[in-house]
């Protein structure tokens, strides 16, 4: 059984940071891409950062383009989301997600699945007061 499991979230004033976990199991992790997903109140679920399976090639929605930055280590399942300059329009909840296609070539093509693509985490909120 496949599980995903998100950390790191918590309320941060804007202009801080914070740095997000995700670790699987249940999975081959080293070999499927890995994804940042967030929804905000009201709003639709956006993909964030997206990672291929080895870590060479990244993907980034504009408005956190320099602020974030994904990473993973296959040894130990875990995938990492640094938010860095967290501005209020950055609270959400946010989600990890497990690409169901293996060793997918390109970040954005793991960014742009439908979402029962996906093996989902349970999220974890980020809230960034003003």
């Known amino acids: 059984q496949v599980q995903v499991v998100e950390s790191g979230g918590g309320l941060v004033q804007a202009g801080g940071s914070l740095k997000l976990s995700c670790t699987t199991s249940?999975?081959?992790?080293?070999?499927?891409?890995m994804a940042w997903f967030r929804q905000a109140p009201g709003k639709e679920r956006e993909a964030v950062s997206c990672?291929?399976?080895?870590?060479?090639?990244?993907d980034y929605v504009d408005s956190v383009k320099g602020r974030f930055t994904i990473s993973r280590d296959n040894a130990k399942n875990t995938l990492y989301l640094q938010m860095n300059s967290l501005k209020p329009e950055d609270t959400a909840m946010y989600y990890c997600?497990?690409?169901?296609?293996?060793?997918?070539?390109?970040?954005?093509?793991?960014?742009?699945?439908?979402?029962?693509?996906?093996?989902w985490g349970q999220g974890t909120q980020v809230t960034v007061s003003s």
């Open positions: 997600a497990a690409d169901r296609v293996y060793r997918a070539p390109m970040a954005s093509s793991v960014c742009r699945r439908s979402q029962n693509a996906y093996y």
């Open positions: 249940g999975l081959a992790f080293g070999g499927v891409g």
């Open positions: 990672i291929t399976w080895g870590g060479i090639d990244t």
